[in-house]
């Protein structure tokens, strides 16, 4: 290629190869994509930039393009981390395949969007009363810690929960009772942390994890409220990060329950991975053996069900990488799963509303001054516009 070949040229669009390749491209081909990388072009890739693998990681040079104009349907390379740098902002364009033989098509993967929110929703009728609904005791909070703790209840409560109880350390009550008094509180025996469960009776989930320390005596307590297990538990925070040290523990979380780990959680409980494909599979694994669902936050946030079926959020955005966040999000399922929703269900509901929720709290706010409180004071908006 001359080197004056693209001189006049701003905008460059990638078509060298599709979808349907199967090997990394070689020879003329290899150097033809690291030659226009070097080009300070706009670079806009049709269908899957040059050399991406779309179901395999990709081994050779690949086109870095800036946006994606793709076909019909995501393809799975898209939804990793790894490959934003190749596929950049991607766009769907409709090709006319039929909606019948996209159904037919046999896969693990799906995109989740606001009308499959709309098939799951219940609408509630008029004699309808708290009871139905549910009650979830949330175990949150230490000494320092106590918002995680009223982030997560109040999100619980805006998710449509019946009751809940908070239980928190001694140094929280007022706290919990001020900031949210919707909120039945429990108080721990223990001033700073969480320490011993508390009565377990009448509840139909446990959430736990936000604001925990990881005291000896929280650990015990962690191993006390999982081996009374009878309903099913929302983990997240520092109760994932026990359960990592702690192996013992994984082995005893009732089925039906939900994990959300962030990455790095993730990683403490499964190893290490070579790549996003590999981690995809540990992710798999673990739904499966635990027979529960695992929730791996992040970009495109993936929802691995233990029957192998992996959903991957369509909501959310870049100002949502904030502390108290994840909290929000664990509120949000909990109060779902209190609802007599699947786990299945309560992991893609509250998962996209909660970005839902975010998007259009960035809208108002900015990307940029978005906070978690935010997310909740827009749930029920969400809501409204997804049912």
Same mark, same amino acid.
């Given at each position: 290629?001359?080197? =004056?070949?693209? *001189?006049?040229? =701003?905008?460059?669009?990638?078509?060298?190869? $599709?979808?349907? +390749?199967?090997?990394?491209?070689?020879?003329?081909?290899?150097?033809?994509?690291?030659? +226009?990388?070097?080009?300070? &072009?706009?670079?806009?890739?049709?269908?899957?930039?040059?050399?991406?693998?779309?179901?395999?990681?990709?081994?050779?040079?690949?086109?870095?393009?800036?946006?994606?104009?793709?076909?019909?349907?995501?393809?799975?390379?898209?939804?990793?981390?790894?490959?934003?740098?190749?596929?950049?902002?991607?766009?769907?364009?409709?090709?006319?395949?039929?909606?019948?033989?996209?159904?037919?098509?046999?896969? *693990?993967?799906?995109?989740?969007?606001?009308? =499959?929110?709309?098939?799951?929703?219940?609408?509630?009728?008029?004699?309808?009363?708290?009871?139905?609904?549910?009650?979830?005791?949330?175990?949150?909070?230490?000494?320092?810690?106590?918002?995680?703790?009223?982030?997560?209840?109040?999100?619980? &409560?805006?998710?449509?929960? !019946?009751?809940?109880?908070?239980?928190?350390?001694?140094?929280?009550?007022?706290?919990?009772?001020?900031?949210?008094?919707?909120?039945?509180?429990?108080?721990?025996?223990?001033?700073?942390?969480?320490?011993?469960?508390?009565?377990?009776?009448?509840?139909?989930?446990? $959430?736990?994890?936000? $604001? &925990?320390?990881?005291?000896?005596?929280?650990?015990?307590?962690?191993?006390?409220?999982?081996?009374?297990?009878?309903?099913?538990?929302?983990?997240?925070?520092?109760?994932?990060?026990?359960?990592?040290?702690?192996?013992?523990? +994984?082995?005893?979380?009732?089925? !039906?329950?939900?994990?959300?780990?962030?990455?790095?959680?993730?990683?403490?409980?499964? !190893?290490?991975?070579?790549?996003?494909?590999?981690?995809?599979?540990?992710?798999?694994?673990?739904?499966?053996?635990?027979?529960?669902?695992?929730?791996?936050?992040?970009?495109?946030?993936?929802?691995?069900?233990?029957?192998? /079926?992996?959903?991957?959020?369509?909501? %959310?955005?870049?100002?949502? /990488?904030? !502390?108290?966040?994840?909290?929000?999000?664990?509120?949000?399922?909990?109060? +779902?799963?209190?609802?007599?929703?699947?786990?299945?269900?309560?992991?893609?509901? %509250?998962?996209?509303?909660?970005?839902?929720?975010? =998007?259009?709290?960035?809208?108002?706010?900015?990307?940029?001054?978005?906070?978690?409180?935010?997310?909740?004071?827009?749930?029920?908006?969400?809501?409204?516009?997804?049912?």
């Amino acid at each position: 290629i001359q080197t =004056d070949t693209f *001189s006049n040229i =701003d905008v460059l669009f990638d078509a060298i190869f $599709g979808s349907g +390749l199967s090997r990394p491209p070689e020879g003329i081909y290899a150097d033809i994509i690291n030659h +226009l990388n070097d080009l300070s &072009l706009q670079k806009i890739a049709i269908d899957i930039p040059s050399g991406l693998m779309a179901d395999k990681p990709s081994e050779g040079p690949v086109i870095n393009a800036k946006y994606t104009l793709s076909f019909q349907v995501p393809k799975l390379a898209f939804l990793f981390p790894d490959h934003f740098a190749f596929v950049g902002s991607w766009i769907l364009l409709d090709i006319g395949l039929h909606k019948d033989f996209l159904k037919k098509v046999e896969t *693990s993967y799906y995109y989740f969007v606001q009308k =499959d929110v709309r098939k799951i929703l219940r609408v509630r009728s008029k004699f309808d009363h708290k009871g139905k609904f549910g009650h979830a005791l949330l175990v949150a909070g230490g000494y320092g810690k106590m918002g995680a703790a009223v982030l997560a209840a109040r999100s619980a &409560l805006r998710s449509g929960l !019946g009751l809940l109880t908070v239980h928190v350390p001694g140094s929280g009550y007022d706290i919990i009772q001020n900031s949210v008094p919707e909120a039945m509180a429990s108080v721990d025996e223990h001033q700073e942390f969480f320490s011993s469960p508390p009565a377990l009776t009448g509840y139909s989930v446990i $959430g736990i994890g936000p $604001g &925990l320390g990881q005291s000896d005596q929280t650990i015990k307590a962690l191993g006390e409220i999982l081996m009374r297990r009878k309903v099913p538990f929302v983990l997240d925070a520092v109760a994932l990060n026990i359960v990592a040290s702690k192996r013992e523990l +994984l082995q005893i979380i009732p089925e !039906g329950s939900i994990l959300t780990p962030h990455p790095k959680e993730f990683e403490r409980i499964v !190893g290490e991975w070579r790549n996003d494909f590999e981690r995809l599979e540990k992710q798999k694994a673990l739904a499966k053996s635990l027979k529960s669902v695992v929730i791996l936050k992040g970009a495109n946030t993936s929802i691995a069900a233990p029957d192998g /079926a992996v959903y991957f959020n369509s909501s %959310g955005n870049p100002g949502m /990488a904030k !502390g108290g966040c994840g909290d929000v999000l664990t509120g949000i399922l909990t109060g +779902l799963l209190a609802q007599q929703y699947s786990a299945l269900e309560a992991a893609q509901l %509250g998962v996209y509303l909660h970005g839902f929720a975010g =998007d259009l709290a960035a809208y108002e706010k900015g990307v940029n001054s978005l906070i978690a409180s935010d997310i909740t004071e827009f749930l029920g908006e969400a809501f409204k516009r997804s049912g």
